[in-house]
């Protein structure tokens, strides 16, 4: 039971690979705070814990929002003092030409998928003690990528080169900092994805459960990864490998 005791925040929760990751701390004993934009499916995603026999609190978050990060903060903290893992998984992407595309649209991406990771590592860390983790959720697209999506794919990028540094900055106080990059994943956004409906971007190689990501998640959140700081680990079925 590697999270027994633990209090997990888990973002993008109520779906996908975070849907998936939250139900696997949630076995391994972690109380789990399932945040999400779309606070019923948050819900579904802790009942679906609590009928497991497991303990969960959803929270509805628009994760590029500061207060409302700090909310989901303080709201696992009301249960417990501490703090230990934070998985950084909510994401959007958009399919418009940088030409095309309008400036709100692009910032938006970028708060969301990168200022999200900014903001709960500035209000989470301060409550973690030794030993906890953050895991940050990026992409292949940060390596290869394809036709419309430079937001996301820079975001991605960005998201790498953050855990990285942070990373850095918390060894002092033992916390570690790590990605995963997933490959293609049988989840909503892969399938409702404009270029792959299209058959533009054609997904090759194996195609990945969310389950199979939620493995490597909590193996980088667990003790059993104490080695392993400022990585990113690629779990993408060899899709990079197939990517122009």
């Not at 109520?14 to 701390?25: E, N, P, V, Y």
């Not at 292949?140 to 998201?159: E, Q």
């Not at 195609?207 to 003790?223: M, N, R, T, V």
Request: glycine residues 10%.
């Amino acid at each position: 039971m590697r999270f027994s005791n633990k209090t997990c925040i888990v973002t993008g929760g109520g779906s996908g690979i975070g849907r998936a990751t939250c139900l696997q701390m949630a076995q391994e004993g972690g109380y789990v705070v399932v945040a999400d934009l779309n606070l019923a499916s948050a819900e579904a995603t802790a009942d679906a814990i609590a009928a497991a026999g497991g303990a969960a609190a959803a929270a509805q978050c628009d994760v590029g929002d500061s207060a409302a990060v700090q909310g989901v903060v303080q709201k696992a903290l009301a249960r417990t003092s501490t703090i230990d893992v934070i998985v950084n998984d909510a994401a959007m992407m958009t399919f418009t030409p940088i030409v095309d595309i309008a400036e709100a649209d692009f910032f938006k991406v970028l708060t969301t998928n990168l200022g999200s990771v900014f903001f709960f590592s500035k209000y989470g860390a301060p409550h973690m003690p030794p030993g906890s983790a953050f895991v940050n959720v990026t992409s292949v697209h940060a390596f290869a990528t394809t036709l419309n999506v430079v937001p996301y794919a820079s975001s991605k990028g960005a998201i790498e080169a953050f855990t990285r540094a942070f990373s850095l900055e918390m060894q002092s106080r033992k916390i570690r900092v790590n990605a995963v990059a997933p490959g293609s994943v049988d989840t909503p956004m892969l399938w409702n994805n404009p270029n792959v409906k299209s058959g533009v971007e054609k997904p090759t190689g194996a195609i990945g459960k969310p389950e199979d990501l939620a493995a490597a998640i909590c193996f980088l959140a667990s003790d059993d990864a104490r080695f392993v700081n400022g990585a990113t680990l690629l779990v993408d079925g060899g899709r990079l490998a197939a990517l122009p």
